[in-house]
C-alpha cells in the first residue's frame, strides 16, 4: 500500500517569504498526485495536480509543485506568500492503475501560518 | 451549480445513538468517498463506492455503515460500535473509481458526541 510522508506539520512565516513543503511518498508504480488546501472553515480544494508530462506543475494563486520521480517527492512552492495563504496543506498519491487504485492516501497535512 | 452537498453541517450526539451523515452530488459520478479527518492525521477512508448498490470498507470502516441506492447518494452512518466518533467528515466523488480521476469534496459534517 501507499503512504505519503509531509516532512512539516507547522510552518510559519512573514508575508512575502518563500514556501516549500516537503511531500514524499512510497509506491513502486505510477501514481498521481495532488495537493489539496483547506482554508479556515472552508471545505478541501484542489491546489494542483500531477497526472502525466511536464514534472514541473501550476496551480490556482501562484503555488506550483515540481514531481521528482527518481526521490518520490511532489514539493509545493510558492515564491512570496500572502496572509490569505494561511491554511492547511495536503499532499496526496493515488497509484494509477492496479492494487489500491481506487485509494487516495493523504498526508497528515501541513499547517501554514502567514504572519502580516 | 455541479457538485456535492453534505448536511448537516454540525451535528451533535448522545453515546449510544446512531447517525446518519448525507452526502448528495450531482456530478454524475460513479465514485463516491467517506473520510474522516482528525487534527494531525490527514484524511482517512472510511468506505468508498465505485457504483450504485456496490460499497467496500476503507481503511477505517469499524463502526460505520454505508448504503449506495442512487448514484446521486451515498450515506454514512456513525454507529454506536464506533468508540471514537468526534471528527470531521468529509464526502468525496469522481468520474470513476481510479487513479487518474480527480476527487471532489463536500464542505464536510462536524461530528461531536457528547
Known amino acids: 500500500a501507499q503512504s505519503v510522508s509531509q516532512h512539516n506539520h507547522h510552518v510559519i512565516l512573514s508575508e512575502a517569504a518563500s514556501l516549500e513543503l516537503g511531500c514524499n511518498y512510497s509506491y513502486g508504480g505510477t501514481v498521481n498526485l495532488f495537493w489539496y488546501v483547506q482554508y479556515p472553515g472552508q471545505h478541501l480544494q484542489l491546489l494542483l495536480k500531477?497526472?502525466?508530462?511536464?514534472?514541473l506543475v501550476k496551480g490556482i494563486k501562484g503555488f506550483e509543485a515540481e514531481f521528482i520521480k527518481s526521490k518520490f517527492s511532489f514539493n509545493l512552492r510558492k515564491p512570496s506568500v500572502q496572509w490569505s495563504d494561511t491554511a492547511e496543506y495536503f499532499c496526496a498519491v493515488i497509484p494509477y492503475s492496479g492494487a489500491g487504485s481506487y485509494q487516495l492516501t493523504f498526508g497528515k497535512g501541513t499547517k501554514l501560518s502567514v504572519i502580516p | 451549480d455541479g457538485g456535492i452537498t453534505q448536511s448537516p453541517k454540525y451535528l451533535f450526539r448522545k453515546e449510544g445513538q446512531n447517525v446518519t451523515l448525507s452526502c448528495e452530488q450531482n456530478l454524475n459520478h460513479d465514485a463516491m468517498y467517506w473520510y474522516r479527518q482528525d487534527p494531525g492525521q490527514g484524511l482517512r477512508l472510511i468506505y468508498y463506492?465505485?457504483?450504485?448498490?456496490?460499497?467496500q470498507k476503507g481503511d477505517i470502516a469499524e463502526g460505520y455503515s454505508v448504503s449506495r441506492e442512487k448514484k446521486e447518494s451515498f450515506p454514512l452512518t456513525v454507529t454506536s460500535a464506533q468508540k471514537n466518533p468526534t471528527a470531521f467528515y468529509l464526502c468525496?466523488?469522481?468520474?470513476?473509481?481510479?487513479?487518474?480521476?480527480?476527487?471532489?469534496f463536500g464542505p464536510g459534517t462536524r461530528l461531536t458526541v457528547l
Open positions: 500531477y497526472f502525466s508530462g511536464d514534472p
Open positions: 468525496a466523488s469522481s468520474f470513476r473509481l481510479a487513479g487518474g480521476n480527480e476527487q471532489f
Open positions: 463506492s465505485q457504483i450504485v448498490n456496490d460499497f
